[in-house]
């Protein structure tokens, strides 16, 4: 079992829509989580982290952690064209420094 | 700042030859990472340096590849001799030394295909 899963996609909605982005992981230690937003031809970009559970909000992205689940998610408003992306989780732990564990990414396609 | 400067953007090459993808992190961000993307695989990490160092190369795939960072503001992977499976894109990133809450600045990478 892979440390982080996320379903590829792609995931195709119409503009307006509610998108609901999710990956599960298996590590306990991971405290904190981040989704990043990767458009076609583009280097990965942050576009929202959490510390431990709860949520965040940020616009019309919301990010929600459920630790004892071990799943996350990252809701997006009113989709938009220009969301169509791919989108990235990523978590680290949290002693000393660690890398971040990256999902494989779900793709994202809003339609107009 | 630029952001994480890589070079080149694409890059062909017939297999057996030694291709070098290079690499300037943002200043003051003390680590540097080397990534492979493909679509199978998603994002692997090959190594990543601390200060010039490198900590963890356990992702580097075979002794073809190497990585060296020979002062803080430039890094190179080189790949010696490539094959077509190496065909993927080789992002570098770069990070400050916080850890925690702090996200990686990723460059736009290197198509990089081997034919």
């Known amino acids: ?112 | 700042d630029a952001g994480v400067i890589q070079s080149p953007r694409h890059e062909v090459t017939e297999m057996g030859q030694e291709v070098t993808l290079r690499c300037k992190p943002i200043s003051g961000h003390d680590y540097l990472f080397w990534y492979r993307q493909t679509m199978m695989r998603g994002l692997e990490l090959l190594i990543y340096f601390n200060n010039n160092v490198p900590i963890d190369d356990s992702g580097m795939p075979e002794d073809r590849f190497s990585a060296k960072m020979p002062n803080a503001s430039f890094s190179t992977l080189k790949i010696q001799p490539s094959e077509p499976r190496d065909s993927a894109v080789y992002f570098c990133a770069s990070s400050p030394p916080t850890g925690g809450a702090s996200g990686y600045t990723f460059g736009s990478g290197t198509r990089l295909t081997v034919v």
């Open chain 1, 1 to 112: 079992q892979k440390e982080v899963e996320q379903d590829p996609g792609p995931l195709s909605v119409p503009e307006g829509a509610i998108v609901s982005l999710n990956c599960t992981y298996s590590n306990s230690a991971f405290q904190y989580f981040m989704w990043y937003r990767q458009y076609s031809r583009k280097g990965p970009e942050l576009l929202m982290y959490t510390y431990s559970s709860g949520n965040k909000e940020d616009g019309r992205f919301t990010a929600q952690v459920d630790k004892s689940s071990k799943y996350i998610s990252l809701f997006i408003r009113d989709s938009q064209p220009s969301d169509s992306a791919t989108y990235l989780c990523a978590m680290r732990k949290n002693s000393g420094y660690s890398t971040l564990t990256f999902g494989k990414g779900t793709m994202l396609l809003v339609s107009p």
